[in-house]
């Protein structure tokens, strides 16, 4: 890359204005070279946090690309993952759709015998109807039968590892089998070793760089599942204690650079303006692994829970030729809306089974006060509704669940105690003014109660929960394997 435009990322460009487009299929047209449809580069990483870039509080290291990406983009400060956890999160953003809706919760294990339905779309089919060339690289954890692997959801190519980094012999309980990486549908090592995964960042990244090169005259998207900064935590030697944080920054760091790199290829491409980049996360962080876990920026709780600090993560948008630069939203918005976001920006049609996304796309042309959805649902333990979301106001029901408070955190990979089932009870929170839910009001405000009851009554007999005995009317079956 050249100096003046390696310099131009680093730096970032406040105040960009927003390029007049012409409308297409049916909605608009950005600037572009070779083809006009935008590519797509949907960038997840596992359990970072809230306050894990240096743009919402990260002390101890810095991850300037990623902060550029939102200077001259966009950065969305009520997100949430549609999940606390790796797997359920997963099939959301991927489907549009709640977990609970498509059968699906929890994190699977090795062995587990479900998966996406073929019923089911995702992302990648939904863009490949309109020509898109498709790649899945890093984590998928949605299932290790050939079925459920990306390449029978609609993925032209996967590289990657089935389910999470710690479900092997090494793992401290020592019940997982050996961790494999993936070549579309043949493992190409059926044990990977913790040399292995300092590579990981670099090989996923190198992955998407060879894509990028490959499909510059074709529209594309990438879905690049970064395996971190999820534990066990592995770091290239280039980025091995770079950070004052530690493992964890160095990994922080190395992802930072990923992003970077990834920016540069789309420039020196020519493919700098037409690409939409979006970063995010699959949930919060798993906070009793202390020093080697990440911050929910004095959020509530963490990974596993329904608090804030479980679910609402960071999401920065950069498209150069639409979104304009510098753009902050803090309207209600979900990863179930990265799909039928895309849908409309693509023209493609949305899937034929009913989906929970809305489109996010007049948010991303300017429209920051547009409030694309007013409610959300927090589902969790096979599919029990512990909290709603409707405006402002965050309704908590009476539920067990896990707490980290009141336990000492662990150090250098080994896990502190965590209480799985503490009975967290019921109350009102005012997220405006309470980000951290510490003060209930709802003896204060006894309407807005009644009003998320309502809100919650309609959940409940659509998505079902299992903390009332409802089984709801409109959930779907997963696809499964019968040994």
């Known amino acids: 890359m050249q100096k003046n435009k390696k310099s131009k990322i680093l730096a970032g460009i406040w105040g960009t204005t927003l390029t007049a487009a012409v409308s297409y299929s049916p909605f608009l047209q950005a600037k572009t070279t070779g083809h006009k449809l935008p590519n797509v580069i949907l960038i997840q990483l596992d359990d970072m946090g809230y306050g894990d870039l240096s743009l919402t509080g990260a002390t101890g290291y810095t991850t300037p690309h990623i902060d550029n990406m939102a200077r001259d983009g966009l950065f969305f400060t009520h997100y949430y993952s549609p999940q606390a956890v790796s797997s359920a999160s997963r099939a959301g953003i991927l489907t549009g759709c709640y977990p609970n809706r498509i059968g699906l919760h929890g994190a699977l294990g090795p062995h587990s015998n479900m998966g996406i339905s073929e019923e089911e779309e995702t992302v990648a089919e939904v863009l490949k109807k309109r020509g898109y060339a498709t790649a899945a690289y890093g984590k ?61 960042t670099t090989d996923f990244t190198r992955r998407t760089v060879e894509f990028i090169k490959r499909n510059r005259y074709n529209p594309f998207f990438i879905y690049l599942a970064h395996p971190m900064p999820h534990v066990p935590l592995h770091v290239s030697r280039r980025f091995k204690g770079k950070s004052k944080q530690g493992l964890y920054g160095d990994v922080m760091m190395e992802i930072d650079w990923s992003v970077g790199t990834i920016l540069e290829t789309l420039e020196e491409a020519g493919l700098y303006e037409n690409t939409l980049v979006i970063f995010t996360s699959d949930n919060g962080p798993w906070i ?116 980290y408070e009141g336990h000492l955190p662990g150090n250098d990979g080994v896990p502190g105690e965590v209480n799985e089932n503490h009975v967290h009870p019921r109350g009102l929170y005012n997220l405006r003014r309470d980000p951290g839910e510490r003060y209930d009001v709802s003896s204060a405000h006894p309407e807005v109660v009644k009003t998320l009851e309502r809100v919650a009554d309609e959940a409940r007999q659509d998505l079902g929960d299992d903390l009332t005995g409802n089984s709801g009317k409109n959930r779907r079956e997963p696809g499964r394997v019968f040994k």
């Open 140 to 200: 998928w954890h949605l299932g290790t039968s050939r079925q459920f692997l990306p390449t029978s959801h609609g993925f032209d190519e996967f590289y990657g590892i089935p389910y999470s980094n710690d479900m092997w012999p090494r793992h401290p309980t020592g019940k997982f089998p050996d961790l494999p990486l993936f070549e579309n549908e043949e493992i190409v090592n059926p044990a990977v070793t913790p040399d292995d995964q300092t590579q990981f």
């Open 288 to 403: 009793n692994y202390g020093n080697h876990a990440g911050s929910t920026g004095s959020l509530r709780e963490g990974k596993g829970t329904t608090f804030e600090g479980g679910q609402r993560v960071p999401c920065v948008m950069f498209w150069k030729s639409v979104i304009p630069g510098g753009t902050i939203s803090n309207s209600l918005v979900s990863a179930i809306d990265i799909l039928p976001t895309l849908a409309e920006i693509t023209g493609a049609p949305l899937p034929e089974k009913r989906i929970d996304g809305v489109s996010l796309l007049p948010i991303l042309k300017g429209d920051v006060e547009a409030k694309p959805r007013e409610t959300f649902f927090y589902y969790y333990r096979q599919n029990s509704l512990q909290a709603v979301r409707h405006g402002d106001w965050k309704l908590v029901f009476s539920h067990p669940g896990r707490t």
